[in-house]
DNA sequence: CATGAATGAGCATTCATTCAT
DNA sequence: TATGAATGAATGCTCATTCAT
């Protein structure tokens, strides 16, 4: 993967390829990003024009293109630098000292809302939307954002399973089980637009749920 | 549905009316909706040009606004055929007098199989991309295809719960989260182009874990 | 001119002539001139669709092309239905042995409630339009409706001249003097939308003054 | 009107505003109004297409929409544009200390010739054609080519009146008479195409005759 | 590096006209 | 005769991209 970057970037920029290593965080790059990723995550790929990115991102259109090959390659880049902003919001409290139940509970929790923020869903449905046109893009952002939360999740259920709090056999698919319980009847509807965000009522009562499902499959049995 | 389509072919052409009415499916216009679900499936609303429609569909450009006012009243008439289309596919074997384990295992490769389709990935990116800005689509389309599905399972735990087989509080909660605990691992890679569709053999494995988590939580212990 | 008309009509109807020629008034002909006499007038002869046409008249567009080699003889042919029309309705009381002040009076304020009725612009606007691209349309509705008009009038002055009521070297062009002056601040305005139609008061006003300039000039002086 | 356009441009791009202001006359802005000129006033609003501008502007059509918003912005600007050629092609001699009979009678020459020059019609044929589509187009033509004649005409009417040469009431309506009565049988034939331009001996013919009788109604009479 | 003027291919849509029935 | 389904060329307009400055 990080071959396939390099070698599009050099691509798209032979000369200044050692600039752009260290000088990834131009101001005028960030601003563009920046600008572009309001638009894009907005108005989708084909609905978002680079006269409106420009506009956005507060530069000229020509600038666009000293920095970005194409809209192809620009939209790619917003793509990681979201995957890395979602990563970081990601803020979940994974200790392995704490207990199963809390852990869960509030994970879940944290995890629903993240996806049904306003912004929540326009990532995902601009990715998903051209994953099909643009496959790596898909991957990528699935890999980074996605599966990574699996990973780390996973992670947490591994020392537990460790520390005999539960038994799995496969704890990847255990976390995302979880995950996906956790989604049950709130985040497909809002995605859909058929039902606003869920209430934080209705979030609490969902990942109870969840939780209680969970650590009846998958909680060590005391006697 | 016909409801509506009778509405819009009076405005279109009062005269033809009568013929309109039981003649939705004139071969011409069946071509039309054939070739524009392809098109739209394939690059999304935006992606697909209603030249490359009218090529797909084998009529002139100009055929196109006959049948349909504009690009958007086609759109919105494909997804409601897909809708349909969908839910003729989704023949969940539901008999209530069959028992749990065996219904839900089948029940959830159906619906695996079902969403990994290669067409299945591509109406729901195609409607949830689109969802923001043509939001009673995108309810429409969650409503009659998730969303009812969701309550056909509901409806066959409802009578298992009425004999005593299973104890659920919220049934159709509970229909929600084992299908989503279904596509764990399968079908968000599948749809983001991360993973090719499942094999068979994972199929089954996730789909049997996700049967006795359900259980797990649900059923009602025997002494 | 007759020659003319009949040429045309020939190339694009050569068998029914002779039926057209006593069934120029079949009902499906009426409806279709008086369907599209309102459209063309209404939006001139580029903003005027056949559809629009065909709608108007409660025919089917097919029919239009039965009757109407195609867009410009329709068009032809309500422009000349039209010019037939202004005549019967410029219904002017010329009688030679009414006194010259009377007659001008009423036919100067007859003459301006005709042109500025709300359909009086249209047609003049429509036709002058069109007479670049169509001169002989042009020519006919000039020579039909408004060079008709000034013979009509310049034919009582004629008289009047006998009479020695008046002294006229060119009783066509002070036919035509007199109706210019009626317009004066009135008709301008209204055509090009810089003034609803003219009051009646208004109207009285102005052919007054016209009128008595008339008599200033062409009267014979009584001593 | 430059006003007007500071505000448009503002729109389009805020940053070259300073530019704009001082430039309204960009060469291109002026190739793409003298093409566009030629066009809509040999076809008509509705006959003239966007390509057939780029074409006479020596542009593509892409740039036709860098300086102005769409087509009606663009006829809207020709005619204004015209509108002011028309005014200062109207170089009449007003001079108050001249003569009246001279003054009036090369007023009415002059002004003929104008109207029906070749290009002359046209103009007005597009405008009036236009004019129940976009009223405030038609208004402001009449107002700054046609009243604005008038206006002046009078001022020079009011000035003779003052000297006690003239005797008129309504100045304003005595200009628009003696105006609308030198057209009389030259400037409506032309106009609709039923005449050539009218040769200068009929012209100074047509115009003394309505000298005369301008003065015959109006000269103060000297005993 | 940054600009913005200019482009031309592409788009959705309209419409005069044809033709089988 | 009358229809209306079907066409395809043409239209107004947008936008990713280029390039001279």
């Not at 790619?76 to 890395?84: C, F």
């Not at 994970?107 to 998903?128: D, H, K, N, W």
């Amino acid at each position: 993967m990080a071959g396939k970057w390099n070698t599009r970037s050099m691509v798209a920029s032979n000369i200044k390829t050692v600039r752009a290593i260290e000088d990834d965080d131009s101001s005028k790059r960030r601003q563009i990003v920046d600008g572009a990723r309001k638009v894009f995550m907005n108005l989708g790929f084909d609905g978002a024009s680079m006269g409106e990115i420009a506009r956005a991102a507060g530069v000229s259109k020509g600038t666009l293109y000293v920095y970005f090959a194409d809209k192809n390659q620009l939209f790619e880049a917003i793509v990681d630098h979201v995957s890395a902003q979602e990563q970081l919001k990601a803020a979940f409290n994974l200790d392995p000292s704490r207990d199963t139940t809390t852990t869960l509970r509030e994970f879940g929790q944290t995890y629903i809302r993240l996806l049904c923020r306003p912004e929540g869903g326009s990532a995902i449905r601009t990715v998903m939307a051209i994953a099909e046109r643009m496959p790596d893009v898909g991957q990528r952002y699935y890999e980074h954002v996605l599966q990574s939360t699996i990973k780390r999740l996973a992670a947490y259920l591994d020392v537990q399973v460790a520390n005999n709090a539960l038994k799995i056999d496969n704890t990847e698919l255990a976390a995302a089980q979880f995950m996906m319980m956790c989604q049950a009847t709130l985040f497909l509807p809002f995605l859909f637009q058929a039902a606003p965000a869920p209430s934080d009522e209705r979030i609490v009562q969902v990942i109870e749920s969840a939780t209680q499902m969970f650590l009846a499959a998958y909680q060590v049995k005391q006697n």
